[in-house]
């Protein structure tokens, strides 16, 4: 018979093993639940192996992206540099543009190419090349506008390869920012005249440039035409450390100009890209 001090303990040992097994098994099988907002953005395989989640892209580019992000869209828009690791920034000259190649490495010449390879166009390259600034598909995709900087001033070029047609826009003229309309018959530029810069436009039927305003400003680095051909929004660089831009906005019907807002470095680079 056993005595009740020993029949106590030994009970007293069972009771502890059983709570020590369910201890256990709990901690074996127990999951913490995941707070979504604290997750790092990992993903684990079958294997128990991790990796990276894709990152987010941004629907259009930034200064901050590589210009050679856009270079195969239907428009090249910097101010003729691209940044290349090793050496820095250089200047562009060579641009690919939709289903054309734009190539000023000749020593005479600028040649539009198809992607292909087969030459359409040859431009002949002015005394004070520099770079390839701007260049802008039409609506259709087949006409083609470009800017090209001097040691004196841009250049802008109408170029229509289907029909081998090469035409300097106001030749001799200070031309650069263009934009095609909507319709593709004209191009809006910045226009350089004697007082300072204006709105012109192009007819490319007649081939004759009109200013839209009497009013000249300083320094405009951008042009715009609406998608719906009412309005021509020009942006023009000012001293602000915080707004370095103002945004000035043509209604063409009513032939009047509206001061729309600042903006900063971030809004510009948007607003410029989002073409």
């Known amino acids: 018979m056993v005595s009740k001090p020993l029949s106590h303990l030994f ?27 604290k997750q790092t953005g990992s993903e684990t395989n079958n294997d128990n192996t991790q990796t990276s989640a894709e990152p987010p892209v941004s629907e259009y580019p930034t200064l901050e ?3 050679w992000e856009v270079l195969s869209g239907t428009y090249f828009y910097n101010h003729g540099f691209v940044f290349e690791q090793e050496d820095g ?29 087969a030459l359409q166009l040859t431009i002949p390259k002015p005394e004070d090349y520099l770079h390839l600034t701007q260049a802008f598909l039409s609506p259709d995709r087949e006409m083609i506008v470009l800017s090209v900087t001097t040691e004196s001033q841009s250049t802008t070029y109408y170029l229509n390869p289907t029909e081998g047609l090469v035409s300097a826009i106001g030749e001799g003229d200070h031309i650069e920012h263009p934009t095609w309309a909507p319709d593709g018959h004209c191009i ?22 009109t200013p839209l305003t009497e009013e000249s400003f300083n320094n405009i680095v951008g042009v715009k035409w609406s998608e719906d051909g009412s309005f021509i929004d020009f942006v023009i660089k000012q001293e602000d450390n915080h707004y370095p831009y103002c945004m000035v906005r043509y209604e063409l019907e009513n032939e009047a100009l509206d001061i729309q807002y600042a903006l900063s470095n971030t809004e510009f680079a948007d607003w410029i890209y989002i073409y």
Do not use: W
């Open 11 to 37: 009970i007293y040992m069972v009771l502890i093993i059983l709570l020590s097994s369910c201890a256990l098994f709990d901690t074996g099988h127990t999951t913490t639940p995941v707070d979504p907002e």
């Open 65 to 67: 992206q590589s210009v």
């Open 89 to 117: 920034y250089q200047p562009v000259h060579a641009i690919g543009l939709g289903k054309y190649e734009i190539d000023a490495h000749p020593e005479d010449t600028i040649d539009v190419r198809t992607v292909e390879g």
């Open 188 to 209: 809006a530029f910045a226009y350089g005249t004697e007082q300072g810069e204006t709105i012109a436009i192009y007819d490319l039927e007649n081939s004759v440039i």
